[in-house]
């Protein structure tokens, strides 16, 4: 039993961190109707500058609050750059340009900072959490800042006017625009936003799985496996999704002989098919009800 | 009167096949006009390309300042609210977001607040149903719905493209005998496109009709009700 309870803690703890994958995922999939392949890639340069202003002597917590700040508005320069000329081109050149920005950052991450894997700190710890041998200081502090995180989001996008006007422009961008919402540069906010939540998933996975340029690429198939999971109309289908696809990939690895570390990840492949085959919209997928 | 609106040879198209032929038409200071015409005649095409949702040459002017080239956020900072053909309603959000959605160009706080309550006094159903989803209001509800909107702007002129789409006759004059108030008490100049041309030369006061992307006739409301000529060549009643 306390190795179900551990094994289920361990899930939640990872999952926090593909939920926060399928956020953003999901914010940049609302914004423009595609889902960004580099935004692992992103996440991970996002941490390496963490990790070097790091070296620069930077505290970590200033380290944490300037890369969120670098992140958002490399996510809105990389927007306005690169997307923006594409907004009315074929979905195909639209995936092209999502491959493009892939291997350009990571090809850099690699040139300025090789291939080799780094150490990266935690501001948690790594003892034991209150005493408890189920879980450690640092995925509490996972999960810790990723409920901040969602909670922080939710007030956002209910309470706050531009977070209403981001929705609107998802919504009916051309309804929007006619109540006087500048949709493009709300598209430009959502990338700002979901390179910054990349970002703390990054961040907070790096102690985990090392740092290095490749280090977000399994990451961001489970950050889509949530994703398509709760549906990816549905921010909170996402979250939802994350936590999930974590404590299933941790219960699969644990009581399915075979599994094992090699097997985990193309779990979470046939998670994404079985979900496509049996319900596309995903667990909470958008349905509107809507009178004709 | 000074004209609110000036159109001057307004030519507008749809890649390469072109919807609007030189269209010219004022529009008076606290006028409340309609543009009549049958189906594919370019109504909605104007009232699109005075918004820039289409691509357009000529001259749109509102109260003197040329709009074109303008992005159409832009031109609702000018005081120009356009409800748009199918309503243009944020089915997923609630009525009361809606409404705040209409004022999201404004920085006023106590008045949003206090507008939104206005709206509940002219449109009691939304009151009703404030915390209900849009989509789940019915049609007339909506229709009242994205008028209420489109007033929570504080419009100089307010366009309409066929408010009366879909709705059962009595929701209709209901909702055209609103209209008719909020232009005498709010002073909000409206544009309203229709097809059902009796009721609409009812409510206003200009008429235009419209035929293949051209103004085919102009003159006071009243008047083309009563020319039987026009009528029957160009309204079909």
Redesign the interface.
Known sequence: MELFTNQVLAGIATGAIYACMALAVVMIYQAIDHLNFAQGEMAMFSTFISWQLMQWGLPYWAAFIATLIFSFIGGIAIERVLFKPLTKAPILTQVAGFIALFSIINSCAGLIWDFTIKQYPTPFGSSPFLGSQLISTHQAGMIGITLLLLVGLYFFFQYT?VG??M??AA??P??????????SWMIALGWGMAAAIGSIAGMLIAPVVFLEPNMMGGVLIYGFAAAVLGGLTSPFGAVLGGFLVGIFENLAGTYIPHVGNEMKLPIALALIISVLVIKPAGLFG?N????V | MTALLNVKDLRAYYGQVQALHGLSFSLNEGSLTTLLGANGAGKTTTLRAI?N?VRSTGAIEFEGKPLNNK????I??FGI??V?QGR??????TVE?NL???A??RNDKAGIVADIERMYAYFPKLKERHTQ?A?????GE?QMLAVA?ALM?RPRLMLLDEPSFGLAPLVVRDLFGILGKINRDEKVSILVVEQNAQLALELADQAYVIETGRIVMSGVAKDIANDENVRKSYLGY
């Open positions: 006017r209403l006007a929705r609107a919504a009916l051309e309804s929007a625009r006619l109540v006087g919402i500048n949709t958008r509107i009800v809507k009178r | 918004c949702m992005s159409t956020e832009s609702v900072r609210a356009h748009p243009g309603t944020f089915t997923n959000m977001e705040q959605l209409g999201i160009t989803q989509g789940t209001l019915s049609g909506q909107r702007l």
